[in-house]
């Protein structure tokens, strides 16, 4: 049974930084690219970052470039992501998902609308509140 659980979020003011973290049990963690979605109240599903299982291709949305950092290390089946100079629009409930999708980071790259997708592994979130 695949298990996919995030930790790390909670509330803070604007221009702090979190640490969010993503282990997955159950599959071949290294088979797999870890992507990090958020979904705020009434807007759409963001694919905010993905990193390949080899971490050679990382992806970032324009609203978080420079701002977040993802990482991995596939010996704890774990995924990172490192946000920083954080910003009252970045409030949203963040999740991971583990795509065995090859060239998936680049298809977050391609495409904007995620709302009708259908993970096949995704965690329940983590929330993130970011006050001004």
Known sequence: Q???VESGGGSV????????SCTISGLTFDDYAIAWFRQAPG???EGVSCISWN???TYYADSVKGRFT???DNAKSTVMLQMSS???EDTALYYCAAEAHTGFCDLLREHSSWDQYQHNYRG?????????
Do not use: E, F, N
């Open 70 to 72: 993802i990482s991995r």
């Open 55 to 57: 971490a050679r291709t």
């Open 2 to 4: 695949v298990q996919v």
């Open 43 to 45: 807007k759409a599903r």
């Open 13 to 20: 003011q604007a221009g702090a930084s979190l640490r969010l």
């Open 124 to 132: 329940q979130g983590t929330q993130v509140t970011v006050s001004s």
């Open 86 to 88: 954080l910003r009252p």
